[in-house]
């Protein structure tokens, strides 16, 4: 997965699903760029869902009486989740976001294009997460990584390298996937290979900041 996401517009699919778990969601639009803070990260604590700030990037250190990215370990993707790094955090720190469109590229000789992947219904994306508290006062900052698997066939003609796990808008399937104790089997599909779990339209951009069409979009259904 490359770096960007956002959810622009909430959809109604995604509203519901948000009513439904009584949770609040930021009125301004949300975009996600790696090493930045992201305004929506959905975590459940003491059984309240709620959307707070984090950090798109899992390891940070403290520095200068703050907490920075650690550029030493990438940490914008989770992968293989057996690693410790993010052992724990997969069994007990599981969160999610939101998204109407996602940013992937293709590298293909010296030549990278990038693509903006856009959903009519939007779609969640798993994630884990970890808790920093400010060895002085205490306060809290998240920090968050997207769970990445082996690429998914469709997915793999504009990502090569690994595809990110989507999750379905369901009420059920999300609280499941936000409770901070070990995954319910009832999800393992989602984790043991990428499911595509609504349409997109798949368009060739210049740069994701832009996002103006190269040429007509694509259809990607979901599986």
Not at 36 to 59: G, S
Not at 155 to 162: E, M, N, P, R, V
């Amino acid at each position: 997965m490359c770096g960007y996401f956002a959810n622009l517009t909430p959809t109604k699919e995604i509203i519901e699903v948000s009513n439904q778990l009584n949770l609040q969601l930021p009125n301004e639009p949300a975009r996600a760029y790696q090493r930045q803070n992201f305004n929506a990260l959905i975590t459940k604590d003491n059984e309240q869902i709620e959307a707070q700030q984090a950090m798109w990037w899992y390891a940070l250190k403290f520095e200068h009486n703050e907490f920075k990215v650690d550029n030493r370990i990438t940490s914008f993707n989770a992968r293989d989740l057996n690693k410790p790094l993010w052992k724990d955090a997969f069994e007990l720190r599981r969160g999610l976001v939101f998204a109407t469109e996602i940013g992937e590229g293709q590298t293909t000789g010296k030549h990278n294009q990038q693509y903006l992947m856009q959903s009519k219904t939007g779609f969640a994306l798993g994630c884990v997460y970890q808790n920093w508290y400010h060895p002085i006062d205490s306060t809290l900052m998240r920090s968050f990584a997207v769970i990445t698997r082996e690429p998914n066939p469709k997915y793999a003609q504009y990502h090569k390298k690994s595809t990110p796990i989507f999750l379905p808008l369901e009420a059920e399937v999300l609280d499941k996937w936000l409770s901070p104790e070990p995954l319910d089997d009832s999800l393992n599909r989602y984790t043991e290979q990428a499911v595509l779990t609504c349409d997109f339209e798949v368009m060739p951009v210049q740069t994701y900041q832009q996002m103006e069409s190269l040429l007509p979009g694509f259809e990607m259904l979901r599986d």
